[in-house]
């Protein structure tokens, strides 16, 4: 029987494989009942359960409840991490050391988080992983 989540996630719904590599949800605790629920898909935090000022547990952030949500989402920056650079470069135009460079404009005509194949978009390699930690 799967692990009953407080934010309600379900491990097996973020569960499939993209690219060959096979993305999940890791759900980390503290002492406090504090449950943070993150993806290896964009490194994309799913929901952050925290009591509010009754006791009752309530997340505090915008997720998704499902991978292919997320995927799909028309909001790819969502609670995801964004890079190798955050914000808009503009026209995708950089000089470094004298060499202009063009890179992909996936915004208006901009670079925007790192572009089509930015972080966001990533499945990372979990390296470590328990109830306290998660390294990506």
Do not use: W
């Not at 491990?11 to 993305?23: A, M, N, Y």
């Not at 952050?48 to 997720?63: H, L």
């Not at 925007?112 to 979990?126: K, R, T, W």
Request: with cysteine.
């Amino acid at each position: 029987m799967e692990e009953v989540l407080i934010s309600g996630l379900k491990r097996s719904d973020f569960q499939t494989s993209i690219k060959g590599k096979q993305t999940d949800l890791f759900v980390l605790k503290n002492n406090e009942g504090v449950e943070v629920c993150i993806t290896n898909y964009g490194g994309a935090i799913m929901a952050i359960m925290v009591p509010d000022r009754e006791g009752r547990m309530a997340n505090i952030i915008q997720g998704h409840d499902s991978i292919e949500k997320l995927i799909n989402s028309p909001e790819p920056f969502l609670s995801t991490l964004v890079g190798r650079y955050a914000n808009r470069i503009n026209q995708g135009r950089i000089t470094v050391e004298g060499v202009e460079y063009q890179l992909p404009q996936n915004n208006y005509g901009h670079c925007l988080h790192g572009g089509p194949n930015g972080f966001q978009y990533a499945v990372f390699d979990v390296e470590e992983a328990d109830e306290r930690s998660l390294t990506l």
